[in-house]
């Protein structure tokens, strides 16, 4: 190995560990705000490159049926709470909101040449379209069970997942994809030249964690999230509903999943069952963070992306089963070093 | 058969103390841990700027009765409170309609800073929009400058008697019509307590009305307008305060010689 290939595998595991660590700290998010262990993140990710791809080649977005059929699921268990209570405008509205909102998708997927407009344009509707699907997950999945065991939490989450899955497979079928790169040019540093789409996901990553980071310490809406993952009782006593945490951290996360999945599009090809094995690659970050611990999750992370693109060049057989290796060292440290907290309330 | 029963609803506060319909109403309150009846019918009033006390022993129903009120348990029975009928209601409702509870344990969030826990005691007044919470905290570190002190420390590096200052502050932030607080003293040095106690009654010339559980008998009854007995999941007796203060049964269960050494061994 020389300078440049070390320089050459450093950038794609950089690359990659930058996604990794988006995806940890929404693993860690979702997992200290709600207790459940976001499994299906990994096809947030997916279905954002798959649904960018599908808009670029022209074929119809038939993601955008499954978003209003939730959506109606939803307004009807809405409407079916109000029924016998006082009716509550202000509900009634968002809830008429929320379906207009499908319906606007619905026209926009259908009516306009999609594969014509913007590559930027391309991106933030693939936003549009599938970020509503976190907080739709939360509501229809997981809000009815919330106080349940973190297991029975857990069992859904598979769930979820296993559904997901089989839901790529019916919208997207069954062929990978891979999309444009966002622009063409590289940028040319000493002996290696570093990809565009490279800078994008960097840049990208880096920006979504300050935002994030800016929001959690800085927003009363964020310091409310903040507070219901240390004090749960503590929370709901000041008024802060566990159904808007929840919402908004499931909406935080497909933000991030889909935002990965976009950016990692024109590098990796994805196919619609792709998705697990990215998101358990953050999942690895988030435990070296102890699924406590935001910055360490994030480095270690990024250490994994690192990891799996030199173990590419030198075992590329047992890329993954190094990877995943690396958990049961950091499980034997931290259960070594850290005290026993009482695992469930 | 209608018609009596709107008829007592209007008689009643009249009878009573000849003032508006009370902000807290309570009628026939039960809770049941299972099979296991901690309240077994339980009738509670508080006015606007009244401070009402609930003493008891350990075991009475007394935590278990305010975590009814705010909706924490599943309760039945009727609870009236500021216009809203309701039996075991949404937390978020009654946290936006003024009722504010500084439980026990305190559930302050100890990774953060004071000053965040504070701010969060007003995040029903963010959401609809109500600028003035800053006024309210400026008050609330003239009230605990040492909480203004502290303020951006953690929450979980505070003493005892700190904490306690700051769970009634994060209360506070909401502007609650009514506060309810269980057990504010346990835990704390007399001195503490005497200083808390003397913020209730600050907070009632502000027209805040408080519902205080206490086991400290003696400052409860020193304070309180108007007081209520609770013993096994019922009240014993109830009257105003003073009364009860002089009354032979409260003083040999509550204010005798084996609860002032409780109250000692408390405090």
Not at chain 1, 277 to 299: D, E, H, N, Q, R
Not at chain 1, 308 to 336: C, D, G, N
Not at chain 2, 24 to 30: E, F, I, P, Q
Request: hydrophobic share 50%.
């Amino acid at each position: 190995m020389n300078l440049q290939i070390a320089l050459l595998l450093g950038q794609d595991g950089i690359t990659n560990g930058a996604i990794y660590a988006l995806l940890a700290l929404s693993i860690l998010l979702v997992f200290t705000v709600t207790r459940i262990l976001l499994i299906p993140l990994g096809e947030f990710v997916t279905f954002g490159a798959l649904t960018m791809a599908t808009i670029q080649s022209g074929k119809p977005v038939l993601f955008v049926w499954l978003l209003l059929a939730l959506t109606l699921v939803d307004a009807a268990l809405d409407i079916r709470q109000q029924v016998g209570q006082r009716f509550d405008m202000a509900r009634l509205r968002m809830t008429a909101i929320k379906i207009g909102y499908a319906v606007l998708m619905v026209v926009i997927a259908n009516t306009v040449p999609l594969a014509d407009i913007p590559m930027a344009f391309q991106a933030l509707l693939t936003l549009c379209l599938l970020v509503p699907l976190g907080p739709l997950m939360y509501r229809l999945f997981f809000q009815p069970l919330a106080d349940a065991h973190s297991l029975v939490l857990l069992i859904v989450s598979i769930a979820v997942h296993v559904a997901m899955v089989g839901v790529g497979l019916l919208l997207f079928g069954p062929e990978g994809a891979r999309t444009l790169p966002f622009s063409d040019t590289g940028l040319h540093l000493g002996p290696v030249m570093l990809k565009s789409q490279t800078i994008w996901v960097i840049l990208v990553s880096v920006l979504l964690i300050v935002t994030l980071f800016v929001t959690f310490e800085r927003t009363l809406y964020g310091k409310a999230l903040r507070a219901t993952a240390v004090n749960r009782v503590g929370a709901r006593l000041l008024g802060i509903s566990p159904v808007f945490a929840g919402k908004a951290t499931f909406a935080l996360a497909a933000l991030i999943g889909v935002s990965s999945g976009i950016l990692i599009a024109p590098i990796t090809t994805l196919y619609f069952d792709s998705g697990f094995i990215i998101s358990l690659k953050g999942f690895v970050g988030a435990i070296i963070g102890g699924l406590i611990s935001y910055p360490v999750a994030a480095v270690g992370a990024v250490a994994v992306g690192l990891i799996e693109a030199f173990s590419m060049f030198w075992a590329s057989t047992y890329k993954e089963i190094i990877v995943f290796t690396l958990i049961i060292p950091f499980l034997l440290w931290r259960s070594m070093t850290s005290h026993h907290v009482e695992d469930d309330e | 058969m209608n018609m009596s029963n709107t008829a007592s609803i209007h008689e009643e506060p009249v009878a009573m103390t000849a003032s508006a319909a009370p902000l807290l109403d309570v009628k026939g309150l039960r809770v049941a841990y299972g099979k296991v009846e901690a309240l077994t019918g339980v009738d509670l009033q508080v006015r606007e700027g009244q401070i009402v006390t609930v003493i008891g022993p350990n075991g009475a129903g007394k935590t278990t009765l305010l975590s009814a009120i705010m909706g924490l348990l599943p309760s039945r029975g009727d609870i009236h409170f500021d216009d809203i009928h309701y039996i075991s209601p949404e937390v978020e409702i009654l946290v936006g309609r003024g009722l504010g509870l500084v439980p026990e344990k305190r559930e302050l969030f100890s990774t953060m800073t004071v000053e965040d826990n504070l701010l969060l005691g007003a995040f029903q007044r963010y959401r609809r929009g109500d600028d003035s919470f800053e006024i309210t905290l400026a008050e609330i570190y003239s009230l605990f400058p040492r909480l203004w002190e502290r303020r951006h420390q953690q929450a979980g590096t505070l003493s005892g008697g700190e904490r306690q200052m700051l769970a009634i502050g994060r209360a506070m932030m909401g502007k609650p019509k009514l506060l309810m607080l269980d057990e504010p003293s346990l835990g704390l040095a007399p001195l503490i307590t005497r200083e808390i106690f003397r913020i209730f009654a600050d907070l009632r010339r502000q027209g805040v009305a408080i519902l205080l559980v206490e086991q400290n008998a003696r400052a409860a009854l020193k304070v309180a307008d108007y007081a209520y007995v609770l013993e096994g999941g019922q009240f014993a007796m109830h009257g105003p305060a003073a009364d009860l203060a002089n009354d032979s049964r409260v003083i040999d269960a509550y204010l005798g010689l084996a609860s002032k050494h409780q109250e000692l061994l408390s405090s």
